[in-house]
């Protein structure tokens, strides 16, 4: 994976006890997962979802439990990603630690085959969400000097045939990443990339944590 921690900090110990962790892509394997993990070692978990009918079969006896909430979006419709997150940070009572983006979306094809809608789609949903969630999130972020963890993949590097709008896509997720670390380490926000395996970045996440005492 690649890591890009902006500021003195870097990941040492596990501190997700009470942190408020806003998590997209809830729905999938990815991030269902890793939303249990960090419900069971205490965060305050809101997630992101298009459709509530799809979040896994434990959410409802968690909600019971754990501190989970969630909040209907639709990562394609621009115009209601700002309304969408302004209600999640009012059930997160205006506080947001972590931000962790792992939705994504994936289509097969070579140049002659995508049209104009599926191109727009991706960069919508792989892109401008991206872009749009964290330009909101940073105000908040900055408060706390929190941190955001992003998904990308091994496609931004390596070009494979049909594979090609994953890899523009993901390509200019690394170039946001970069130059969000650049603008945001003045703030003490850490920006976390994976671009190698996400399944080992939840791993080392969760067994380290997200800690700003370590000097890096």
């Known amino acids: ?14 501190i997700f006890k009470g942190k408020n962790i806003i998590v997209t892509g809830a729905t999938g394997g990815i991030g269902s997962v890793l939303i249990k993990e960090l419900l069971v070692r205490g965060a305050n978990v809101l997630a992101l979802i298009r459709d509530q009918n799809k979040l896994p079969a434990y959410v409802n006896d968690f909600m019971k439990t754990y501190s989970f909430n969630y ?8 115009m209601k990603i700002k309304d969408a997150f302004k209600s ?3 059930k997160l009572m205006g506080k947001l630690d972590i931000l962790i983006l792992c939705h994504g979306q994936f289509i097969f094809g070579n140049i002659s085959d995508i049209g104009m809608k599926e191109f727009d789609s991706i960069i919508n949903i792989n892109v401008r969400a991206n872009f749009h969630l964290l330009s909101l999130a940073t105000p908040f972020l900055k408060l706390t000097k929190g941190n955001v963890v992003m998904m990308s993949s091994l496609e931004s590097k390596i070009v494979e045939k049909g594979e090609f709008l994953q890899s523009l896509t993901k390509s200019m997720v690394n170039s946001l990443i970069q ?10 926000i850490i920006i976390l990339i994976s671009s190698f395996s996400f399944a080992y970045l939840i791993k080392y996440v969760l067994t380290f944590g997200l800690s700003r005492t370590s000097p890096f």
């Open 1 to 14: 994976y690649m890591l890009y921690a902006c500021g003195k900090n870097l990941f040492i110990k596990p």
């Open 71 to 78: 909040e209907t979006i639709d990562l394609q419709q621009g």
């Open 88 to 90: 999640a940070m009012i």
């Open 179 to 188: 130059s969000s670390a650049l603008e945001l380490a003045s703030f003490g």
